[in-house]
């Protein structure tokens, strides 16, 4: 049984920064790409980032380009999101999600869903 477990979120300053944590058991983390997306109150879930299996292959959404660095690490099959100059509108639940490959998260096929944790990013 897969399960993808996140920790990391909390409340946070405009500018400030976090660091998101998922650690994936169940099958092989090498095999799978893994990625984060987010869903603000009242709107739909969506991408935010993700990394191939290699690491060497990752997209982020335009929103977080240039703030946002996902990576992951196979020794702890943990991925990471670190999030940087956090802005009021990145306040969101975010969960981490493994699949198939970068294309497919960012098409948002996933396969298996962590629990969600919470970010807040006050002005």
């Known amino acids: 049984q897969v399960q993808l477990v996140e920790s990391g979120g909390g409340l946070v300053q405009a500018g400030a920064s976090l660091r998101l944590s998922c650690v994936a058991s169940?099958?092989?983390?090498?095999?799978?790409?893994m990625g984060w997306f987010r869903q603000a109150p009242g709107k739909e879930r969506e991408f935010v980032s993700a990394?191939?299996?290699?690491?060497?292959?990752?997209n982020y959404a335009d929103s977080v380009k240039g703030r946002f660095t996902i990576s992951r690490d196979l020794s702890k099959n943990t991925v990471y999101l670190e999030m940087n100059n956090l802005k009021p509108e990145d306040t969101a639940v975010y969960y981490c999600?493994?699949?198939?490959?970068?294309?497919?998260?960012?098409?948002?096929?996933?396969?298996?869903w962590g629990q969600g944790t919470q970010v807040t990013v006050s002005s």
């Open positions: 169940g099958r092989p983390f090498s095999s799978y790409a």
């Open positions: 990394v191939a299996w290699s690491g060497l292959n990752t």
């Open positions: 999600a493994e699949g198939a490959n970068v294309a497919a998260l960012y098409k948002s096929k996933v396969d298996y």
